[in-house]
């Protein structure tokens, strides 16, 4: 299994407060994205990485912003919380190469009351 | 743009029957990955296979196969002998040609398969 971990994996939060979701890998993979999980919608895109300090929008950046600071670490920041937040947050990783496999965090439920 | 569709929201089947999970794709990119990933009712998300669009021949992966039609743009995966174990969302995800920025991936909307003993 590819070493990734997400923190925290559950959370509850008020509207309008600030929450930072943690991508940590430790396979030194370049590329890092965060996708979130509603029902019907399989997976979307929010945010990528394509190395330190390097990022970019996905389809569902509205609300969302994104910091690398190192190889390691992903973190997703939501700046003001909604209750169209509630979802299950999920981190990827890849790498350069023929295969261009994505592989999955446990993912973090995040719940906005 | 790319987009991904699985038809079938929920199936149920019995035990040992032969179930097919069905992936229709659209992009304009002639160089694209089609995927399968798994993800059982504990949460995680699963990689299952990886096709390339120059590459069409079917795979067979134990009671796991997929049968990669570019003429009907469909990537339809049926697993044989279902179990219980079976019991999962199964998500159909495609990609164009990866590049600087990686591989950013179109998934489907899942398709929920109940397997009963």
């Known amino acids: 299994d590819a070493g990734i971990t997400q923190s925290p994996r559950h959370k509850v939060t008020e509207t309008g407060t600030p929450v930072t979701l943690r991508c940590h890998q430790t396979e030194n993979h370049r590329y890092m994205y965060w996708y979130r999980q509603d029902p019907g919608h399989g997976l979307r895109l929010i945010h990528y990485?394509?190395?330190?300090?390097?990022?970019d929008k996905g389809e569902v950046s509205d609300g969302y912003s994104v910091s690398r600071s190192k190889t390691e670490d992903f973190l997703l920041t939501l700046e003001s919380a909604t209750s169209s937040q509630t979802s299950v947050y999920f981190c990827a990783i890849s790498e350069p190469s023929s295969t261009y496999e994505q592989y999955f965090g446990p993912g973090t439920r995040l719940t906005v009351t | 743009a790319q987009k991904v569709t699985q038809a079938q929201t929920e199936i149920s089947v019995v035990e040992k029957e032969d179930v097919t999970l069905d992936c229709v794709y659209e992009?304009?990119?002639?160089?694209?990955?089609l995927f399968w990933y798994k993800q059982p009712p504990s949460g995680e998300l699963v990689f299952l296979i990886r096709?390339?669009?120059?590459?069409?021949q079917n795979e067979i992966s134990g009671r796991y196969s997929w049968n990669f039609q570019k003429s009907t743009s469909s990537f339809n995966f049926t697993i044989t002998a279902s179990q219980v174990v079976d019991s999962a969302v199964y998500f159909c995800?495609?990609?164009?040609?990866?590049?600087?920025?990686?591989?950013?991936?179109?998934f489907g909307g899942g398709t929920r398969l109940m397997v009963k003993p």
């Open positions: 995800a495609l990609s164009i040609r990866p590049n600087n920025a990686g591989n950013m991936l179109t």
């Open positions: 096709r390339n669009s120059f590459d069409e």
């Open positions: 992009t304009r990119d002639t160089t694209y990955y």
């Open positions: 990485s394509y190395g330190v300090k390097d990022t």
